[in-house]
C-alpha cells in the first residue's frame, strides 16, 4: 500500500515552455502533498506544501507564480513549471502523507526529471 | 535555526556492520525518521523513531536519544544493494520536515 506515482518520469522541454507534472496517490487517500526539488549531490529541498482545496505554502525563495501547484482533490496534486529555463532543470520529487498515518510518514513519488534545453 | 547534520559520505565493506550518524536541533521534535535513496531515484522509508531506543527492522535498526538529539542508523550483513544516501529527516513542531543532507554510503567488496 501506500503507493504514489507521477508523470511523467523524464521530460525535455525547450527553454520558455511549460511542464506539468503529476503526483497521485494510488491507493489513499493524501491529507498533504508535498513538492521537493533536489539538484545533483544535494539534500531534498522542499518547495511547497498543499492540501486538497487550499493554496499552497510556499517554501522562502519558491515563485509561486513560477511554480504552480493544484490539489484538485485528495488523490491529486500538479506542478507546473511556467517559462521553464535551464537553471529550473532539476529532479523534481512529490510526496504525500495519508489521512489515516499514525505519524505523518511522507510517501514518495519515483521522481521527474526536467531537462530544459 | 534548524540543523541536521550527518557524515557526507561513509564507506564499509560487503558482510561488515556500519553506523551512520545523525544530530539535530529542531524547534520541536515529533519523530525522526531515515530514509533510503538510490541514485537518480526517490527516497524510500527505513524508520520512524518517536521514543527513545533501539528500533529494529531486519537487517536495519534505528535508535534515538531525544536528549541528546541523537539518532543512528544501523545497517548489518551490508549488501552491495545498500549503496545508496540515507537521509535523516526531523518532524517540528510544526510537523514540518526538516531534511538532512544525507550520507552517501559505498559498499566494497
Known amino acids: 500500500g501506500a503507493v504514489v506515482s507521477q508523470h511523467p518520469s523524464r521530460v525535455i522541454c525547450k527553454s520558455g515552455t511549460s511542464v506539468k507534472i503529476e503526483c497521485r496517490s494510488l491507493d489513499f487517500q493524501a491529507t498533504t502533498m508535498f513538492w521537493y526539488r533536489q539538484f545533483p549531490k544535494q539534500s531534498l529541498m522542499l518547495m511547497a506544501t498543499?492540501?486538497?482545496?487550499?493554496?499552497?505554502?510556499?517554501e522562502q525563495g519558491v515563485e509561486k507564480d513560477k511554480f504552480l501547484i493544484n490539489h484538485a482533490s485528495l488523490t491529486l496534486s500538479t506542478l507546473t513549471v511556467t517559462s521553464a529555463h535551464p537553471e529550473d532543470s532539476s529532479f523534481y520529487i512529490c510526496?504525500?502523507?495519508?489521512?489515516?498515518?499514525?505519524?505523518?510518514?511522507?510517501?514518495f513519488g519515483p521522481g521527474t526529471r526536467l531537462t530544459v534545453l | 535555526g534548524q540543523n541536521i547534520d550527518q557524515p557526507t559520505e561513509m564507506t564499509a565493506t560487503e558482510g561488515a556492520i556500519v553506523q551512520i550518524n545523525c544530530t539535530y536541533q529542531t524547534s520541536g521534535f515529533n519523530g525522526l525518521f531515515w530514509y533510503q535513496q538510490h541514485a537518480g531515484e526517490a527516497p524510500t522509508f527505513l524508520s520512524y523513531n518517536v521514543l527513545d531506543g533501539l528500533e529494529e527492522k531486519g537487517r536495519f535498526s534505528s535508535f534515538l536519544s531525544r536528549s541528546k538529539g541523537y539518532s543512528y542508523l544501523l545497517l548489518k550483513e551490508l549488501q552491495m544493494k545498500d549503496s545508496a544516501s540515507y537521509l535523516c529527516?526531523?518532524?517540528?513542531?510544526?510537523?514540518?520536515?526538516?531534511w538532512g543532507a544525507g550520507t552517501k554510503l559505498i559498499i566494497k567488496p
Open positions: 529527516a526531523v518532524l517540528d513542531s510544526n510537523y514540518q520536515l526538516i
Open positions: 510526496s504525500a502523507t495519508a489521512i489515516d498515518s499514525s505519524y505523518n510518514e511522507q510517501f
Open positions: 498543499s492540501n486538497e482545496g487550499s493554496k499552497a505554502t510556499y
